[in-house]
């Protein structure tokens, strides 16, 4: 079955840290997206992709950045943690047609 | 722009009552709307969406909904609830692109459902 699979599940880092949160799918999905869940606000859009080489801003995207080298990835790096961005990161994707989102687990982090 | 606003943060019901949870939207252009429940944990799973077809959309584990466009509206609801329906859903809402959508979702913040035996 086709999935959507992010690691590390759980990590710890502290202030000022780059950090990487990959991203795996095999929907062979187009779209990309990254959210950050954090209580009272709901999933927040940090970065999407509507294919390899494309990338775009989302609602919450400073501090973070991502690339998309192929279908399958799309890694979200955090290029210098702060307390801040401690969060449950959530990849998803989805083909062309109703915009219908397929989740991954997500991946809980802490900056300490 | 699009928003969601989801009407109650939490929301308390016992087994085999009616559960009814309420979303707006705002949208100047056609939407598409979803709703999905997140387990303790666990990831976003899809329970229904609206694509302009039927305004009444039934969805997974007995779920429903209404879209009412005079309403800007897209409530959930279940007949009877079941102790396995704890957990927290979410609105969201996309653009009609023509007929097709690019996945960019905006989500409201949320609705904890709890269900008393």
């Known amino acids: 079955d086709a999935e959507i699979t992010q690691s590390p599940r759980h990590k710890i880092t502290e202030t000022g840290r780059q950090v990487t949160l990959a991203c795996h799918q095999t929907?062979?999905?187009?779209?990309m997206f990254w959210y950050r869940q954090d209580l009272g606000h709901g999933l927040r859009l940090i970065h999407y992709s509507y294919g390899v080489q494309d990338t775009n801003k989302g609602e919450v995207s400073d501090g973070y950045s991502v690339s998309r080298s192929n279908t399958e990835d799309l890694p979200l790096t955090l290029e210098s943690a702060a307390s801040s961005q401690t969060s449950v990161y959530f990849c998803?994707?989805?083909?062309?047609?109703?915009?219908?989102?397929?989740f991954g687990e997500g991946s809980r982090l802490t900056v300490l | 722009a699009q928003s969601v606003t989801q009407l109650g943060s939490h929301v308390s019901v016992s087994e085999g009552a009616l559960v009814l949870l309420r979303c707006n939207y705002s949208s100047s252009v056609p939407p598409y709307l979803f709703w999905y429940v997140q387990y303790p944990n666990q990831g976003l799973q899809l329970l229904l969406k609206y694509t302009s077809a039927a305004t009444l959309v039934k969805g997974i584990n007995g779920f429903e909904a209404e879209f009412k466009k005079s309403e800007t509206s897209f409530h959930l609801t279940k007949p009877s609830a079941h102790m396995s329906d704890a957990a927290e859903y979410f609105c969201?809402?996309?653009?009609?692109?023509?007929?097709?959508?690019?996945?960019?979702?905006?989500f409201g913040q949320g609705t904890i459902l709890t269900v008393h035996p």
């Open positions: 969201a809402v996309t653009r009609n692109a023509g007929g097709t959508s690019y996945g960019k979702l905006t």
């Open positions: 998803a994707s989805s083909g062309q047609g109703t915009g219908e989102l397929f």
């Open positions: 929907w062979n999905h187009n779209n």
